[in-house]
Nanobody, 114 residues
Framework: QVEFVESGGGLVQPGGSLSLSCVPS????????MAWYRQVPENQREFVAS????????KYADSVKGRFTVSKDFTENTLYLQMNDLQPEDSAVYYC???????WGQGTRVTVSS
């Protein structure tokens, strides 16, 4: 069974930074694409960033390009999302998943507000 434990969310002021973590289980971390998505209430879950199995290729939504960085730590088997220059429109619950996506975890909430 595939599971995800996301963490690192919180309340941050505009312009601030957060680093999200995702520990997956049930599937080979090193052999699969992974991605971050986010969802605000009453909206569809939207793609944020993805990374290739060995970490050599990344892709970002236009809205976060240049501000967010996705990475994999193969020692810790952890997926990260470094988020800089956060803006109120980045407020959402953030989820990680393998690609193609399957069952979702609980996510971690990010709130950007002054």
């Amino acid at each position: 069974q595939v599971e995800f434990v996301e963490s690192g969310g919180g309340l941050v002021q505009p312009g601030g930074s957060l680093s999200l973590s995702c520990v997956p289980s049930g599937k080979d971390f090193r052999s699969n694409f992974m991605a971050w998505y986010r969802q605000v209430p009453e909206n569809q879950r939207e793609f944020v960033a993805s990374i290739s199995p060995r970490g050599g290729m990344t892709k970002y939504a236009d809205s976060v390009k240049g501000r967010f960085t996705v990475s994999k730590d193969f020692t810790e088997n952890t997926l990260y999302l470094q988020m800089n220059d956060l803006q109120p429109e980045d407020s959402a619950v953030y989820y990680c998943n393998f690609l193609p996506t399957g069952d979702w975890g609980q996510g971690t909430r990010v709130t950007v507000s002054s």
